[in-house]
T-cell receptor, first 113, second 115 residues
Framework: GENVEQHPSTLSVQEGDSAVIKCTYSDSASNYFPWYKQELGKGPQLIIDIRSNVGEKKDQRIAVTLNKTAKHFSLHITETQPEDSAVYFCAASKVEVGGKSTFGDGTTLTVKP | KAGVTQTPRYLIKTRGQQVTLSCSPI?????VSWYQQTPGQGLQFLFEYFSETQRNKGNFPGRFSGRQFSNSRSEMNVSTLELGDSALYLC??????????????FGPGTRLLVL
C-alpha cells in the first residue's frame, strides 16, 4: 500500500521567516495530495491541495509543489505568523478510490514572535 | 453550511466495553471516512462509507465496524475495548465524486479514553 514520509517532525522559525515541509510517497498511482493544519483540540483543516496534473499551486502565503518523477511534494509558508503554529499533515490518495488517504506523521511548526 | 459534527466529543470507557461514535457529514456529502489518530501511529484510515456501503477498509481488526444510514450519517463501533484503542477518532466527509470528491473535510473528533 501507500506509504507517506514527512520531514521534519518539528520546525521552529522566527516570525516573518519561511517554512518548508517535505513529503515523499511510494505509490506512483497516487494523484491527489492535500495538506492539513491541525490546531490543539480540533480536527485537521484542509489548507491547500494539489492534483498530479499540476506542478505548483499557490494561495496567498501558502504554496505547494509536486514532483511526480521523484514522488515528493512540499508545503511552503512564507511570512510566517504566530497563528501559523500548529501541526501540519501531508496526505496522498487516488481520486478514483474515494475517501481513503494515507497521512504523513505530521510536522509541529512553531513560529516565534 | 454546517461542518462535520461528531458526538460525543469525549468518552471514557473501561476495557472490555463497547462504544459507538456518531458522525454527521456536511449536507450533500455522501462519503464518510473514519480515522484513528494516536501520538505513536499518527492518522490511520479505518474505513469509508458511501451510499450506505463500505467502499474502502483499512487494516484494523474486526472489533472496529461501522455503518452509514440513508441520510449519510455514520456510526462506528468498537467492541471489546482495549487500552490501545485510546485515541482521537476523526470523521471526514467528501462531496459527490466528480465534484472534488477526493477532498475530505474533518470533524473535531471524539476523544476516547479506555481505562
Amino acid at each position: 500500500g501507500e506509504n507517506v514520509e514527512q520531514h521534519p517532525s518539528t520546525l521552529s522559525v522566527q516570525e516573518g521567516d519561511s517554512a518548508v515541509i517535505k513529503c515523499t510517497y511510494s505509490d506512483s498511482a497516487s494523484n491527489y495530495f492535500p495538506w492539513y493544519k491541525q490546531e490543539l483540540g480540533k480536527g485537521p483543516q484542509l489548507i491547500i491541495d494539489i492534483r498530479s496534473n499540476v506542478g505548483e499551486k499557490k494561495d496567498q502565503r501558502i504554496a505547494v509543489t509536486l514532483n511526480k518523477t521523484a514522488k515528493h511534494f512540499s508545503l511552503h509558508i512564507t511570512e510566517t505568523q504566530p497563528e501559523d503554529s500548529a501541526v501540519y499533515f501531508c496526505a496522498a490518495s487516488k481520486v478514483e478510490v474515494g475517501g481513503k488517504s494515507t497521512f504523513g506523521d505530521g510536522t509541529t511548526l512553531t513560529v516565534k514572535p | 453550511k454546517a461542518g462535520v459534527t461528531q458526538t460525543p466529543r469525549y468518552l471514557i470507557k473501561t476495557r472490555g466495553q463497547q462504544v459507538t461514535l456518531s458522525c454527521s457529514p456536511i449536507s450533500g456529502h455522501r462519503s464518510v471516512s473514519w480515522y484513528q489518530q494516536t501520538p505513536g501511529q499518527g492518522l490511520q484510515f479505518l474505513f469509508e462509507y458511501f451510499s450506505e456501503t463500505q467502499r474502502n477498509k483499512g487494516n484494523f481488526p474486526g472489533r472496529f465496524s461501522g455503518r452509514q444510514f440513508s441520510n449519510s450519517r455514520s456510526e462506528m463501533n468498537v467492541s471489546t475495548l482495549e487500552l490501545g484503542d485510546s485515541a482521537l477518532y476523526l470523521c471526514a466527509s467528501s462531496p459527490p465524486t466528480g465534484n472534488g470528491g477526493e477532498t475530505q473535510y474533518f470533524g473535531p473528533g471524539t476523544r476516547l479514553l479506555v481505562l
